[in-house]
Structure formats: structure tokens, C-alpha cells
Nanobody
């Protein structure tokens, strides 16, 4: 199995930036596509972005496209979510997840095999 641990969440003012990190351990990290999801109070978990088995293939939700950047460093077994121009509507618990080979990783949460514990991001106005 794969263990995922997010870090980097916190409180930030609107317009600011945060970088979330997700450290993976267990099975070979490079074999997995990695996704970021978020869940705001009272809402369903939603797709934020994903990166394939290399950083060449990335996908983003329309709500974050142009503001967020997902990347991975396979040598460090870590995936990142760089969040710029943060808005109060970005406030949520953020989760990283790993999808094994053959999964359609660019959207549905059910395509992911492993999940981190989440890290909270709060954007104040």
C-alpha cells in the first residue's frame, strides 16, 4: 500500500500563496498518478488537479486553472500543489491521492486508490 501525508496548509490572506506537499511512502511513487482534492464545509469533495506519471501531463479544475500548479518530484516521492492568488472560496480541507496504472485520474475521486489525511487551508478576506 501507499501512505500519503500532506503538509503546508494553514491560514492565508486572500491573494496570498501556499504550497502544499504530499509525501508518499510504500510502493514506487512514480507508478502512480497523483491528484489533489478539496472538500469545503457542507460540500462534496471536488477535484482540484492531477499530475500523471511525469509532470508533463497535468489537469486542473476550471475553478483553479491559472492559479494552482501541480507538480511532482519522483526523486523525493513528493507531489506539490502550488496555490497562488488564493480566494476565500478556496477554503477547504485538501487531500492528496494516488491512482494506480490504468486509472482515469483526472477527475473522479473513485479512481484513486490511496488518500492522505488532509490538510486544512483557510483563506481569509
Amino acid at each position: 500500500q501507499v501512505q500519503l501525508v500532506e503538509s503546508g496548509g494553514g491560514l492565508v490572506q486572500a491573494g496570498g500563496s501556499l504550497r502544499l506537499s504530499c509525501a508518499a511512502s510504500g510502493r514506487t511513487f512514480s507508478n502512480y498518478a497523483m491528484g489533489w482534492f478539496r472538500q469545503a464545509p457542507g460540500k462534496e469533495r471536488e477535484f482540484v488537479g492531477a499530475v500523471g506519471w511525469s509532470s508533463l501531463s497535468t489537469y486542473y479544475a476550471d475553478s483553479v486553472k491559472g492559479r494552482f500548479t501541480i507538480s511532482r518530484d519522483n526523486a523525493k516521492n513528493t507531489v506539490y500543489l502550488q496555490m497562488n492568488s488564493l480566494k476565500p472560496e478556496d477554503t477547504a480541507d485538501y487531500y492528496c491521492a494516488a491512482a494506480s496504472s490504468g486509472r482515469h485520474y483526472y477527475g473522479p475521486p473513485y479512481e484513486y486508490d490511496y488518500w492522505g489525511q488532509g490538510t486544512q487551508v483557510t483563506v481569509s478576506s
